[in-house]
């Protein structure tokens, strides 16, 4: 997703949902927390935030859930010992889920994204999450405030999302319709940065 996206992280009006995206839906974090949290709260939120606010929670929770599933699926069927090419990646890319499980997996990002979207532009909204900052904190919910805090904010930045999101999703079904129309070479081999040497004493040398 890094390499996929640089160009649109390079820029200031949409560095921040990339972040988010990667940090806090399709990332590699513990989630239970947040999850947990959310089972809690939302009988809270139904009363304070609009109940499309909340489905659209629900959806971004079930996006990093299934986003797991299908990495862990993946990844067992990897190589062993951490070293695989793009090709080895698309063979289990495909040996390892469903089209339709991938695909929905796309459509929710769109989801989650829209959803985020429609209301951040409400002053509402925010005025709402900062309602209910230090109620959170006392509940022990601070993982999940910041999480909603985050993707308002970053979603509030780009003014509008629409672009952000078409690309996203013409850039995610053009790589998955070549993986499983068996291209193993949709995207270049990733460039994976070496240490720098270092001196006897642990200090950086100097080119």
């Keep these: 997703m890094a390499e996929t996206y640089a160009d649109l992280a390079s820029q200031r009006r949409y560095s921040a949902a990339i972040a988010f995206f990667r940090s806090d839906l399709y990332g590699e974090g513990d989630f239970a927390q947040r999850d947990a949290d959310l089972s809690r709260v939302v009988p809270i939120m139904m009363r304070v935030l609009p109940p499309r606010l909340v489905t659209t929670i629900a959806k971004a929770t079930e996006l990093n859930a299934l986003s797991q599933e299908l990495d862990q ?16 990646y698309c063979a289990a890319y495909r040996q390892s889920a469903e089209r339709a499980a991938r695909q929905h997996q796309i459509a ?41 805090e985050r993707g308002v904010k970053a979603f509030r930045k780009m003014q509008g999302a629409k672009e952000f999101l078409e690309t996203i999703d013409r850039r995610e079904r053009g790589i998955l319709d070549a993986i499983f129309d068996g291209d193993d070479a949709p995207f270049p081999e990733p460039v994976v940065p070496r240490a720098r040497p270092q001196s006897s004493s642990g200090a950086d040398r100097g080119l």
């Design 73 to 88: 699926a993946l990844i067992t069927r990897l190589p062993d010992g951490g070293s695989f090419t793009v090709a080895d």
């Design 108 to 148: 929710l990002i769109g989801e989650v994204g829209a959803g985020l979207d429609m209301f951040v532009r409400r002053p509402f909204v925010e005025s709402a999450l900062s309602m209910m900052r230090r109620p959170a904190r006392l509940a022990g919910l601070g993982v999940l405030q910041d999480f909603l």
